[in-house]
């Protein structure tokens, strides 16, 4: 698995022969990764069985069928409605929280040609995603899953696949897609997951976090098991600096 993950990460760095696009054309890099790892990753994943949007390449070939699920399948307009369900799937919680604008973009992104973009190349400045501060009941509770070989392992593999692409192969906040990635319009750094602020929280706190998510930081609870959760912090607690 690690393999495929690794080489869909490079992917990302890739710099694709696609249709050109000037400042004010809508653009995978600029627009649509970061919408893909805010409320796609969960599923559309590397990892996943299903497509990875994630990848350029995989994206554009499907340019179509996206903008028919995420845009035609959405509209109340039943002479545009396509026949197959929106993304995500029904008119729940997850199908509402991607956004209007969200949805126009990627429709735009297609009618385009869906064009690559310009590689954005990442700064050296530190984390901008402080002041997450887990509920007092979340911190108290102790992780189950006491850290051995095989455990750290586990942990980094999920972490290869969920949380490299942002936050980097040893967790600095350094990975491909973080000078993609947005709140409410500005620009937004992940945390260096081995600093002495991070690394100072609990695990009940981390467990949390990992379970909630806060945009642009997808929620995880239905794509990861408690005890994989568990296995994930014990490997961050490998990243301590």
């Not at 696609?18 to 409320?39: L, Q």
């Not at 400045?125 to 992780?143: D, F, K, M, Q, R």
Request: charged share 20%.
């Amino acid at each position: 698995m690690n393999k495929i993950l690794t080489q869909a990460i490079l992917m990302l760095t890739f710099c694709y022969n696609a249709v050109s696009a000037d400042t004010n054309s809508v653009t995978y890099v600029r627009d649509v990764f970061p919408i893909v790892m805010t409320r796609c990753f969960t599923c559309h994943n590397p990892a996943s069985r299903l497509p990875n949007w994630t990848d350029y390449k995989t994206m554009f070939r499907k340019k179509v069928e996206v903008k028919r699920r995420i845009w035609d399948s959405w509209s109340e307009d039943a002479l545009r409605h396509y026949y197959k369900q929106p993304m995500p799937a029904g008119y729940g919680a997850e199908g509402l929280a991607v956004t209007l604008a969200e949805r126009e973009t990627i429709k735009k992104w297609v009618e385009l040609g869906a064009p690559y973009g310009v590689d954005v190349t990442p700064v050296s400045v530190g984390s901008t995603n402080t002041g997450w501060v887990a509920p007092l009941e979340a911190s108290n509770i102790h992780n189950p899953i006491p850290p051995n070989e095989d455990v750290i392992a586990k942990g980094k593999s999920f972490f290869t696949f969920g949380c490299v692409p942002c936050h980097g192969e040893k967790g600095k906040g350094d990975g491909v897609a973080a000078p993609s990635l947005q709140r409410d319009n500005k620009p937004l750094l992940p945390a260096n997951l081995g600093s002495p602020e991070i690394q100072s929280q609990s695990d009940g706190s981390f467990f949390w976090k990992i379970k909630e998510g806060r945009s642009p930081m997808p929620s995880w609870r239905a794509a990861l098991t408690d005890e994989q959760c568990w296995q994930i912090i014990d490997y961050l607690r490998t990243l301590r600096q």
